[in-house]
């Protein structure tokens, strides 16, 4: 029993690293450009890896419940819990962009001509998400909240965007088509992962309303969007978590 909580650790790793295949296996398709035939990969069927993220999500929260129900909250369990996390919620999310800028470039008069340069800033992602975990790890400060987004939060909203661009809820997959609203989008992430800004944690410590209100507002923003948002829910949610820690700075545990 003492190691329940690292096999459901394992299980987001699994998920993640499932999620990597199920990205770089998207099929292929040929086109004709200026009378030469070029092979184009469909990035649509991504869509696959997002479940598996959402999957790993819910993995990555019970991991911890687990530990805290069982008492073994050991060094190791936090450790292989960031190693999972780096993969599932970084480098995941940093493939996703990447084949959602590749396509974006596609749509241009250039397609053809774009460099590895303008696509390795999607790479950022998975940089800053292990940078953000290792201080994590080492910051005494985010016992009860955290100090910047969380990797979780945004592995979940880029999860989101494959499910954006294959039903367009709103017409946001245009906006995702874009390439300097993809570069901002990853520009963003990255400062948020490793800002000093205290965000919300998700856990439940106390049991009083008081200590709890904001996460119940966002409990409750979840469950009136989605019949509104559909797959939108997740970008949405995320910009309130955003500002609703601006607005209600949590506390966290002083150096």
């Known amino acids: 029993m003492r ?26 398709f040929r086109v004709e450009f200026n009378g030469n035939d070029y092979t184009v990969t469909n990035p649509e069927p991504v869509y ?7 999957l790993a999500a819910i993995f990555d929260f019970f991991d911890g419940l687990a530990a805290r129900l069982l008492k073994v909250q050991l060094p190791m369990g936090k450790e292989l819990d960031s ?12 493939m996703m962009l990447y ?4 396509s974006a470039y596609y749509q241009m008069p250039d397609a ?22 290792a201080k994590f790890n080492l910051d005494t400060r985010q016992s009860d909240n955290f100090i910047g987004v969380p990797t979780p939060a945004v592995g979940l909203l880029v999860a989101s965007f494959p499910m ?11 906006w995702l088509q874009n390439i300097w609203v993809l570069y901002g989008i990853i520009a963003v992430l990255c400062y948020l992962m490793v800002s000093e800004i205290p965000m919300l944690s998700l856990k439940i410590k106390e049991k009083s309303l008081k200590a709890n209100w904001t996460r119940l507002l966002l409990a409750v923003l ?10 939108a829910t997740a970008p ?7 500002l609703l820690s601006l607005a209600v700075p949590p506390k966290v545990t002083p150096i």
Request: net charge neutral; charged share 5%.
């Open 222 to 231: 979840v469950i009136v969007s989605i019949p509104f948002l559909n797959y």
């Open 48 to 54: 696959w890896a997002s479940a598996l993220v959402v």
């Open 164 to 174: 954006i661009v294959l039903y367009n809820p709103y017409n946001l997959a245009h």
């Open 3 to 28: 190691q329940l909580p690292n096999i459901i650790t394992l299980c987001n790793l699994f998920c993640g690293a499932l999620a990597i295949i199920c990205v770089l296996h998207a099929p292929e």
């Open 83 to 94: 190693l999972a996390d780096v993969v599932t919620f970084g480098v995941v999310p940093g």
């Open 236 to 242: 949405f949610i995320f910009i309130c978590y955003v």
């Open 99 to 102: 084949r959602l800028l590749r």
């Open 112 to 133: 053809f001509e774009v460099s590895m340069v303008n696509l390795a800033p999607a790479l950022l992602v998975p940089c800053f998400a292990a940078y953000r975990l």
